[in-house]
């Protein structure tokens, strides 16, 4: 959830706000004359983003993505039988 706070207020609050974000995992949009200005996020969100950016700048990792698309759009996909099948020995 994002909640939406001025700046004023956040200067006030602000030992009180990174406490609820660090707990709650909200996100925290401050804004300054009724324009955003930042975001205050927490630690664990900040680095799942980063993670997600550093994968998209990877283009081996976006061409697996997109093979693994066209794949399944070809139907090239394989069902949970058939995984237990290939664990088994079985195929």
Do not use: N
């Amino acid at each position: 959830m994002t909640r939406m706070i001025g700046l004023k207020q956040a200067k006030m609050d602000f030992e009180q706000l990174t406490e609820e974000i660090w707990r709650s995992k909200d996100r925290l949009l401050i804004e300054r004359d009724g324009l955003p200005i930042v975001v205050l996020i927490s630690i664990d969100d900040f680095e799942d983003l980063m993670e997600t950016v550093g994968e998209l700048s990877d283009p081996e990792y976006l061409a697996s993505i997109r093979e693994a698309r066209a794949e399944y759009k070809r139907g090239e996909v394989d069902t949970l039988e058939d995984l237990y099948k290939i664990a088994e020995g079985t195929e």
